[in-house]
């Protein structure tokens, strides 16, 4: 995202300062007068209210005292934006506040025990897509899951090194000994899209790209099997392909397959549709010959 500079700053030049305080033949005006610095610190919000009342003028300098530059839309947009802000902060508060009244009050030991420790079953890998929150659409409630998020909800290999995501997953199962990891993809995902769109060679000024290729094989498979389909439907089937493969990367992990090889730990798929409201579940089985084979998978709608 890039931002222009602008003229219109409300500090005073290094010049003014410099100088000894005169009158001025030169008119200069910023919403009707300079503000200083002590007034700016001690002014917020109602700033604010005050910008869209003025003129918004810059009167020019004394080469061209007839010229003035008016601000552009794009800066009253942006002034329309800060105020719309408050309001959606304001909106925010009161949430957190019905939240402390009708969840955290009425369950007060329950928040307590958790202030002290945390005890969840699950490690929930999902999509940082904001229509998709584990929470809201699985119903996990404080304590019960320890989540990581991140685009397309993949899974790194081992040897690919540390990642804020196999970080999650060291504490999770090490530490806390969760029994269940979850990995959830979902439909209309762009992390695959964009993977499913890439070219061979990664862009690696794309942080992006350098994260899709991640769930290549994913996308190799879905190639493969689902090659005269449309792209959309090639997407959708690595939707559900690169959850598998994130399952497969987690048994890269010595501790994790340790632990599943022990049966002290269940690795499971997920699909989530937001188009129909749907959902898919399925379970990574274990066999003592070193195969993986998929079982309860089970449709809820």
Same mark, same amino acid.
């Given at each position: 995202m890039a931002f222009s500079s602008s003229s219109l700053s409300p500090f005073p030049s290094i010049s003014s300062i410099d100088q000894p305080t005169r009158p001025s033949t030169t008119r200069s005006t910023i919403f009707g007068s300079k503000p200083k610095l002590s007034v700016i610190e001690q002014t917020h919000v109602t700033n604010l209210a005050s910008l869209n009342s003025q003129s918004l003028r810059l009167k020019a300098s004394r080469e061209s005292p007839g010229l003035t530059q008016e601000l552009t839309s794009d800066r009253?947009?942006?002034?329309?934006?800060?105020? @719309?802000?408050?309001?959606?902060f304001?909106? +925010?508060?009161?949430?957190?506040?019905?939240?402390?009244k009708h969840k955290y009050l009425e369950n007060l030991e329950c928040f307590q025990n958790l202030a002290t420790a945390q005890a969840p079953k699950f490690m929930v890998i999902a999509c940082a897509d904001s229509r998709v929150c584990p929470s809201k659409i699985l119903g996990f409630e404080p304590g019960e899951a320890f989540m990581v998020r991140? +685009?397309? @909800?993949?899974?790194?290999?081992?040897?690919?090194g540390p990642t804020e995501t196999n970080a999650a997953l060291e504490f999770a199962v090490n530490t806390l000994e969760v029994e269940n990891i979850l990995v959830i993809g979902?439909? *209309? *995902?762009?992390?695959?899209?964009?993977?499913?769109?890439?070219?061979?060679?990664?862009?690696?000024?794309?942080?992006?790209?350098?994260?899709?290729? +991640?769930?290549? @094989?994913?996308?190799?498979?879905a190639k493969a099997t689902a090659s005269k389909l449309s792209f959309d439907q090639q997407c959708r089937n690595c939707e559900k392909e690169s959850i598998n493969c994130s399952l497969l990367n987690l048994l890269t992990y010595p501790w994790i397959k340790e632990r599943v090889e022990r049966g002290m730990l269940s690795i499971h798929g997920g699909y989530y549709d937001f188009v129909n409201c749907t959902f898919e579940k399925w379970t990574l089985d274990y066999k003592e010959s070193g195969r993986y084979l998929v079982k309860d998978r089970v449709f809820w709608a």
């Open positions: 009253l947009e942006s002034i329309a934006e800060i105020e @719309n802000r408050y309001d959606v304001d909106e +925010v508060k009161h949430r957190f506040l019905s939240f402390k991140n +685009v397309a @909800n993949l899974v790194p290999l081992y040897e690919n979902h439909s *209309c *995902c762009g992390g695959i899209r964009a993977l499913m769109g890439m070219e061979e060679e990664v862009d690696s000024s794309s942080f992006i790209q350098s994260w899709v290729v +991640v769930g290549k @094989n994913a996308k190799l498979r």
